[in-house]
């Protein structure tokens, strides 16, 4: 049986914290965040994905925190 990677909670809240103060509307970056989350999990429901240790949410804000400041990932 495999343990769970650890993480680091911290770090989550800190990119949570960098996406509410760069977003206008507190609730509407909430909202997008969950949004992209329900996609992930359904994604991942679809393909039978074995789950890897985060959750869909904190997944979700690691993603649009990366594309905050690195919009190059984003594409052109």
């Not at 800190?14 to 507190?26: C, D, K, M, P």
């Not at 359904?42 to 400041?69: C, H, P, W, Y």
């Amino acid at each position: 049986m495999s343990k769970r990677p650890t993480i680091d909670t911290t770090h989550i809240m800190r990119r949570a914290e960098e996406l509410i103060s760069a977003s206008s509307n507190r609730y509407r970056i909430t909202v997008q965040v969950a949004n992209r989350a329900k996609k992930r999990r359904r994604r991942e429901n679809l393909e039978d994905f074995e789950d890897a240790g985060m959750k869909s949410v904190m997944q979700a804000i690691i993603e649009m925190s990366d594309e905050l400041t690195q919009p190059e990932i984003i594409g052109e």
